[in-house]
Structures are given as C-alpha cells and as structure tokens.
C-alpha cells in the first residue's frame, strides 16, 4: 500500500521563475494538505484540498496555488518565485472533508537562487 | 489563533536514559494534539495523536505523551531511548473549521542520542 508520494524529491529554480510541485495521496484518501517548511522551522499550512476545491488558506500570498484532480491527486504551484520561498514543501493526505492529515510525504526540498 | 511553543531547540540524551520533551499550546477550545517525528531529509511520522478521552495517549515506537489540560502541555515521554530515535521531534495542534483542518506546529525540538 503507497503511502503519500510526492514529485520531484529536489528542485532548483531560479528567482522569478515558476514551480509545479506534485502530490499523490495515500490510497484510498481524498484529502490533500500542503505545507512548507523553511530550514529549523517547524512547518506551515498553505492550503487543504477536498472536492476538487481549496477549503482554507493559511497565511500565503495568491503566489501560492493549488488544484485537486478527479483521482485526488493534487498539484502545488508557485508563481514569481523569491529566494524566501527555498523550503522542504510537505504534502499529507487524510479521508474525509476537515479530516486531519496523519499521513505525509517525503517532501520535495525547492532551492531559489 | 492557536500556538504551540516547544522550548527546547536541541536535547541530548545518553541511550537507554529516559527522555521528556516539552510541549505547550494556546487554543481557545479542546485542542486535539499532535506528535510528529522526522528524520534528516524525510518527511513527518506521526507518533501520536490526542482527541478526547484518557489523557495518557500511547503511540508507536515506545513513546508515550500526556495531555495536561490546566498546564496546556502534552509533552512526549519514552522510558528508555534508543539511538535511531534520534531525529527532530514536532508538537502540533489541530483546527478544524469551515470543512477544513490545519495544523500548527512548534519549531521543533532536535534529539541527539549519545551511544
């Protein structure tokens, strides 16, 4: 049984360019979580996806967005980026709308230079 | 707005010792709580998690965590430390609200085990 499975493991981007992180949730799930972690920081929440939709935010500029596929599967995007956007960005998957994400993935660590 | 401080940045302890590391939240309802642990470059585990009920919560790996509602901490035991669970350890409190859940995390306490 998979659990969280998230694309690529690294990245290395540029300041300005833009950023398409994946996420594909434990099986059987329905819910996907997003959160960035910047290096000695514990982590933060960017958004939850149920339904295809984004059911809260948290304190991230619109730089910051999301989707959710029909298979659950979801996508991070990051749009201009900054050199503070550098972090380990963290999926987690739970079943349920306003579910807790128990489960998380590896993450993919995003470099800006 | 919910918080959660962990006020210890780094701990060493000798393998075998027993170990305690500290957690306190502010949040205004019944706090659902959280222990999350992660090794170098890898994602969070959940150790274990508190809702409701006894207040002493078990999780995986030998640790243990209890919930103490009029010092608001939940602070994560194990009787006897091995030295894989080095790694850094992160306390959480969850919200849910308008069919959503965040979490929010402390900064995370480092465990170092000395063999």
């Known amino acids: 049984d998979a659990g969280v499975t998230q694309s690529p493991t690294h990245l290395i981007k540029t300041r300005g360019q833009q950023v398409t992180l994946r996420c594909s949730p434990k099986?059987?799930?329905?819910?996907v979580s997003w959160y960035q972690q910047a290096l000695g920081q514990g982590p933060q929440f960017i958004f939850q996806?149920?339904?295809?939709?984004?059911?809260q935010r948290g304190n991230f500029p619109d730089r910051f967005s999301g989707h959710q596929f029909p298979n659950y599967s979801s996508e991070l995007n990051v749009n201009a980026l900054l050199l503070g956007d550098s972090a380990l960005y963290l999926c987690?998957?739970?079943?349920?709308?306003?579910?807790?994400?128990?489960?998380f993935g590896n993450g993919t660590r995003l470099t800006v230079t | 707005a919910q918080s959660v401080t962990q006020p210890d940045i780094h701990i060493t302890v000798s393998e075998g010792a027993s170990l305690e590391l500290r957690c306190n939240y502010s949040?205004?309802?019944?706090?659902?709580l959280f222990w999350y642990v992660q090794s170098p470059g890898q994602g969070l585990q959940l150790l274990l998690k508190?809702?409701?009920?006894?207040?002493l919560v078990q999780g995986i790996k030998g640790f243990e965590a209890e919930f103490k509602r009029s010092q608001s901490s939940f602070n994560l035991r194990k009787p006897s430390v091995h030295w894989s669970d080095a790694a850094e350890y992160f306390c959480?409190?969850?919200?849910?609200?308008?069919?959503?859940?965040?979490?929010?995390f402390g900064k995370g306490t480092k465990l170092s085990v000395i063999p």
């Open positions: 987690a998957s739970s079943l349920g709308r306003g579910s807790a994400p128990l489960h």
């Open positions: 099986s059987g799930h329905d819910t």
């Open positions: 996806y149920y339904e295809e939709e984004e059911r």
């Open positions: 949040y205004g309802a019944t706090p659902y």
């Open positions: 508190y809702f409701s009920g006894d207040t």
């Open positions: 959480a409190v969850g919200a849910a609200g308008a069919g959503s859940y965040q979490l929010t």
